[in-house]
T-cell receptor, first 114, second 115 residues
Framework: KAGVTQTPRYLIKTRGQQVTLSCSPI?????VSWYQQTPGQGLQFLFE???????NKGNFPGRFSGRQFSNSRSEMNVSTLELGDSALYLC?????????????FGPGTRLTVT | AQSVTQLDSQVPVFEEAPVELRCNYS??????LFWYVQYPNQGLQLLLK??????LVKGINGFEAEFNKSQTSFHLRKPSVHISDTAEYFC?????????????FGRGTSLIVHP
């Protein structure tokens, strides 16, 4: 079974720009969650999509948004980038139905904002 | 709401020595418990989980953890570590009721194995 894939793996952007990150979940998984990982704040939950609907949301500003497509692939968008948005963005997929509660993580996208 | 505290941010240990990584949690409801590992430049990978049953849980790579409800702890142990165990380890909880499947993670413990 293919794992979770994220593209791109590395990204360098300038303050004020916007960025879109992509995540392809494990086949059959309907839930995709996004996390921001930084040395200072650790792993912080951004949002979860289940069957194309945002089901849970973390405490991040509206500049962070996402969506999920009918094939469960998900995208995350950050508008008006700030230096503090530099982080590793992790995507995780799961069944989303409480079958095993395990989250399967992708390798992440390393975003650097200059 | 839940919270997870990993008591040590960094644990240095020599190869073949035993190790314990500590995790305590706080929750007003029962929880399921997890340990994940993150190797450099990779995502997180599940080591083991406790959903119900025996409080001693065995996972991959020789790791095990014990759920202690009275102490609200879920410490991770390995009797003999290898250099390849050097990684970041995360403890996480999910409430067992309420329909949320989103884990709350601790801040992580960096395990550094020296030769």
């Amino acid at each position: 079974k293919a794992g979770v894939t994220q593209t791109p793996r590395y990204l360098i952007k300038t303050r004020g720009q916007q960025v879109t990150l992509s995540c392809s979940p494990i086949s059959g998984h309907r839930s995709v969650s996004w996390y921001q990982q930084t040395p200072g704040q650790g792993l912080q939950f951004l949002f979860e999509y289940f069957s194309e609907t945002q089901r849970n949301k973390g405490n991040f500003p509206g500049r962070f948004s996402g969506r999920q497509f009918s094939n469960s692939r998900s995208e995350m968008n950050v508008s008006t980038l700030e230096l503090g948005d530099s982080a590793l963005y992790l995507c995780a997929s799961s069944t989303g139905t409480g079958v095993d509660y395990e989250q399967y993580f992708g390798p992440g996208t390393r975003l650097t904002v200059t | 709401a839940q919270s997870v505290t990993q008591l040590d941010s960094q644990v240095p240990v020599f190869e073949e020595a035993p190790v314990e990584l500590r995790c305590n949690y706080s929750s007003s409801v029962s929880v399921y418990l997890f340990w994940y590992v993150q190797y450099p430049n990779q995502g997180l990978q599940l080591l083991l989980k406790y959903l119900s049953g025996s409080t001693l849980v065995k996972g991959i790579n020789g790791f095990e953890a014990e759920f202690n409800k009275s102490q609200t702890s879920f410490h991770l142990r390995k009797p003999s570590v290898h250099i390849s165990d050097t990684a970041e380890y995360f403890c996480a909880v999910i409430p067992s009721s309420g329909g949320s499947y989103i884990p709350t993670f601790g801040r992580g413990t960096s395990l550094i194995v020296h030769p």
